[in-house]
């Protein structure tokens, strides 16, 4: 089954500690993407990737870093930088070709710092 | 000043009946897309629909359809025959060209979502 993975599912993580998130993707996409997503609001871009070694900052970026070694990859550092890391991370994926271009979403991270 | 304006924040319809779930969006570019997306509890987003700006038709998938009001810039979600499984919360997304050179934005500005209840 093609589709995009996430995980953990749940991560909980100390003050002061950086995180990886993890995303993977089997739909052979060339772009990826992160968002985080606070209680009651909608999807924030925080990074995005257009092809393999290359990425570009979203909206909210700040406290954040990416690598894209592989096309099938994306993971997201949260490091100690980022204020305020309580959120739901989802990641996406899309062909990255054309105005129309869909994205296709993950499960989903729930991070919650202690 | 948002780009996305979902003035619903919940929304109830009985089963079986059908909904309108609002949403109006900010541009001055012409070209531009829409995009509705379905999140469950369980967290994960559901691609439903898309219209395109210079679309002629109103999109329709399935029990789906969009409502777009160019000249209103509105672009609201019908579900016809509404179902329990239809219980969750619903984005809409707007797309609009790139400002990079030579390159299309990849970038969706959501709303804040409606979430809708469907009774039994």
């Known amino acids: 089954d093609g589709g995009i993975t996430q995980s953990p599912k749940y991560l909980f993580r100390k003050e002061g500690q950086n995180v990886t998130l993890s995303c993977e993707q089997n739909?052979?996409?060339?772009?990826m993407y992160w968002y985080r997503q606070d209680p009651g609001q909608g999807l924030r871009l925080i990074y995005y990737?257009?092809?393999?070694?290359?990425?570009q900052k979203g909206d909210i970026a700040e406290g954040y870093s990416v690598s894209r070694e592989k096309k099938e990859s994306f993971p997201l550092t949260v490091t100690s930088a980022q204020k305020n890391p309580t959120a739901f991370y989802l990641c996406?994926?899309?062909?990255?070709?054309?105005?129309?271009?869909?994205?296709?979403f993950g499960p989903g991270t729930r991070l919650t710092v202690l | 000043a948002q780009k996305i304006t979902q003035t619903q924040p919940g929304m109830f319809v009985q089963e079986k009946e059908a909904v309108t779930l609002d949403c109006t969006y900010d541009?001055?570019?012409?070209?531009?897309?829409l995009f509705w997306y379905k999140q469950p509890s369980s967290g994960e987003m559901i691609f439903l629909i898309y219209?395109?700006?210079?679309?002629?038709q109103n999109a329709t998938e399935g029990r789906y359809s969009l409502n777009f009001q160019k000249a209103r810039k509105s672009a609201n979600l019908v579900i016809s025959a509404s179902q329990l499984g239809d219980s969750a919360m619903y984005f809409c997304?707007?797309?609009?060209?790139?400002?990079?050179?030579?390159?299309?934005?990849?970038?969706?500005?959501f709303g804040k979502g409606t979430l809708l209840t469907v009774n039994p």
């Open positions: 541009t001055s570019d012409p070209s531009y897309g």
């Open positions: 990737s257009q092809i393999v070694n290359d990425f």
């Open positions: 219209q395109g700006s210079y679309d002629q």
């Open positions: 996406a994926s899309s062909m990255g070709q054309g105005f129309t271009d869909t994205q296709y």
């Open positions: 997304a707007m797309r609009e060209p790139g400002k990079r050179s030579g390159g299309s934005n990849y970038k969706l500005t």
């Open positions: 739909l052979n996409h060339d772009a």
